[in-house]
């Protein structure tokens, strides 16, 4: 049973007699039902966000999960840390930075009730007649200040092809704010979401957030900290997506300090526990690299203080 809105006065329930496989073949057997040839937009009700209207949609297959027996002994979980690395995963590990998408269009993020509003109606009005959006100041800036969350929960310093991609995926999404007499269509919205990206950066900066705070300093007389200029601290390249986290939430230098020196006890044993450590060099992810790129300690001092960085489980990551 869907729902379409031809416009606000002018809503129906279509019933379909299949379930259609892809989201492709279900614009398509709509066109057949309401008998349309122009295209149109399909939104669903998320769930988690109080069943509010979302356009990121995508039919995914289901699963069929196969219980896998799990042994009881504890020797056998110490002897065999491949198997027990991958039941664990930390708070660390969930919150770092995920790479960043091929294709940025279900990236798109939901905006606020008021903003999804107002790019509805313009979105049906420019289905209709072809009519683009001129945002307000404060339309524009909600929408850039939200992309920029977007972004930065994926990359603090994105390139301008990523920026690209972005400004892209928003006029594809949201076609009423295509830029008229521009050739692409979206170049000024690259250009603003460069700006207000160097401006969150400055927010998150003072919020003592650290893949920004290193920098801070770099250029000026001195850092937001009152540390006089790093000039040698790197500026993160492609690959770099956790070039400098921050701690886990309840976590400080002296708790994550006494984190890894239980894991470098647990090394010094005949049959380290593979769970154990892997659960610790999740959760200590963030010193580590803290150390590695303010300190720039010797290849020496990295394997005195982190002896399983260097088993074969952790190389193979």
């Known amino acids: 049973l869907v729902r379409v809105i031809f416009s606000e006065a002018d809503k129906r329930k279509v019933e379909l007699t299949t379930k259609p496989d892809t989201v492709d073949l279900l614009i398509s057997s709509l066109k057949d039902v309401i008998q349309i040839n122009y295209d149109f937009s399909l939104q669903f009700k998320d769930i988690n966000f109080d069943n509010e209207l979302d356009q990121n949609l995508k039919i995914i297959p289901v699963l069929s999960l196969v219980p896998i027996p799990q042994s009881t002994s504890s020797e056998e979980l110490s002897n065999t840390p491949s198997q027990a690395d991958t039941d664990i995963l930390s708070n660390s590990s969930e919150e770092r930075k995920r790479q960043w998408p091929e294709v940025f269009d279900m990236y798109i993020p939901k905006f606020s009730v008021n903003v999804e509003y107002r790019l509805r109606q313009a979105n049906l009005l420019h289905l209709r007649d072809g009519t683009h959006l001129i945002p307000s100041k404060e339309l524009k800036h909600d929408i850039l200040e939200r992309l920029a969350e977007t972004i930065y929960a994926l990359k603090a310093y994105p390139t301008n092809a990523e920026f690209e991609a972005v400004a892209s995926a928003l006029v594809r999404a949201h076609p009423c704010l295509k830029e008229q007499g521009s050739v692409s269509g979206w170049s000024g ?71 890894r020196q239980l894991m470098v006890d647990e090394m010094k044993k005949k049959t380290p526990n593979g769970a154990l450590i892997k659960q610790k060099m999740d959760l200590t992810f963030a010193l580590r690299r803290n150390e590695v790129v303010k300190d720039k300690p010797a290849i020496t001092q990295i394997c005195q203080r982190w002896p399983a960085l260097f088993t074969e489980h952790q190389v193979s990551l």
């Open 189 to 259: 919205w690259k250009n603003s979401l460069k700006f207000k990206m160097g401006n969150y950066r400055t927010k998150m900066r003072q919020q003592g957030h650290r893949d920004v705070t290193v920098k801070g300093g770099k250029h000026g007389k001195q850092s937001s900290c009152g540390d006089p200029p790093n000039k040698r601290i790197k500026k993160p390249k492609r690959g770099e997506v956790n070039y400098l986290p921050d701690y886990p939430d309840g976590q400080d230098d002296s708790s994550l300090e006494d984190a």
